[in-house]
């Protein structure tokens, strides 16, 4: 089993709609957990972080974390052309007083106008 | 802030020849994280430093890469013979000591002939 797994996509949602981003983890200690973006030929962009069980709003994002499940969602409402890109999960676990993170290989999310 | 600073952004190279990747993290960042992207394997971390020690290599894929960071704003990754499957995309990042979201360089697009 993949330490972080996410489904590779694509997942096409219509302009306007909700996009709904899921990813799983197997580390029960994982402690903080990450969303990026990555356009096509950029680097990762931090868009959402969350640490605690429930939900975290950021305008358009809202990310979900259960940690009794191992399950991280991410949710982008109103999804516009511009939310076009590969959405990279990431775990970060501290281990023996360091971090660790460990990326999924990203959801591609296609945004139909 | 410049952001995280790698060089060169494009290295094409034959087989055999040796490729060093520089980064310089953002300041006052305490942590540099290396990382190598292909389609097929994703993101993966090859190697992290924390106040300028290397902390987990378990990611290196073999003898041929090495990684040094001899101070805070400064660190090489280097390949040496190269070969083509170490073409990818090689991203460093940085992180600072409070928080532990990471930022990424442009990347290093290296193609291996």
């Known amino acids: 089993q993949k330490e972080v797994e996410q489904n590779s996509g694509p997942l096409s949602v219509p302009e306007g709609a909700i996009a709904s981003l899921n990813c799983t983890y197997s580390?029960?200690?994982?402690?903080?957990f990450f969303w990026y973006r990555q356009y096509s030929g950029k680097s990762p962009e931090l868009i959402m972080f969350i640490y605690s069980n429930g939900d975290k709003e950021d305008g358009r994002f809202t990310a979900q974390l259960n940690k009794a499940s191992q399950y991280v969602s991410l949710l982008i409402r109103d999804s516009q052309p511009s939310d076009s890109a590969t959405y990279l999960c990431a775990v970060n676990t501290h281990s023996g007083g360091y971090q660790k993170v460990t990326f999924g290989t990203g959801t591609k999310l296609q945004v139909i106008p | 802030d410049a952001g995280v600073i790698q060089s060169p952004r494009h290295e094409v190279t034959e087989m055999g020849q040796e490729v060093t990747l520089r980064c310089k993290p953002i300041s006052g960042h305490n942590s540099l994280f290396w990382y190598r992207q292909t389609m097929m394997r994703g993101l993966e971390l090859l190697i992290y430093f924390n106040n300028n020690v290397p902390i987990d290599d378990s990611g290196m894929p073999e003898d041929r890469f090495s990684a040094k960071m001899p101070n805070a704003s400064f660190s090489t990754l280097k390949i040496q013979p190269s070969e083509p499957r170490d073409s990818a995309v090689y991203f460093c990042?940085?992180?600072?000591?409070?928080?532990?979201?990471?930022?990424f360089g442009p990347g290093t697009r290296l193609l291996v002939l």
């Open positions: 580390d029960r200690g994982s402690q903080s």
């Open positions: 990042a940085s992180s600072p000591r409070t928080v532990k979201t990471q930022y």
